[in-house]
Nanobody, 115 residues
């Protein structure tokens, strides 16, 4: 069992940047793929980006070139650097394994992009 705690969300203007963090209660090295997900109001949760243990990453088309996922296995932390934020990036952001493990969903961190 592992507890994942997301942080770093905030209200930011369009074009701004945020760095989200996901701290795990134990080693994430055993999780080959970690991912960031988001759920916008009135929409289903969607996958945003994934990263393998070796650092290979994949992104959904809508964030390519703007978001960067990374992981520090020694610190049991996964990050999501978000640049050039748009209003459509407004959502509750979660991290989890990929594919997601039901019991690992945390509270998420809220990102709001608005002028």
């Amino acid at each position: 069992q592992v507890r994942l705690v997301e942080s770093g969300g905030d209200l930011v203007q369009p074009g701004g940047s945020l760095r989200l963090s996901c701290a795990a209660s134990r080693s994430i090295f055993s999780f080959y793929i970690m991912g960031w997900y988001r759920q916008a109001p009135g929409k289903q949760r969607e996958l945003v980006a994934t990263i393998t243990r070796d650092g290979n990453s994949i992104y959904v088309d809508s964030v390519k070139g703007r978001f960067t996922i990374s992981r520090d296995n020694a610190k049991n932390t996964v990050y999501l650097q978000m640049n050039s934020l748009k209003s459509e990036d407004t959502a509750l952001y979660y991290c989890n394994t990929y594919p997601p493990t039901a019991e690992y969903w945390g509270q998420g961190t809220q990102v709001r992009v608005s002028s």
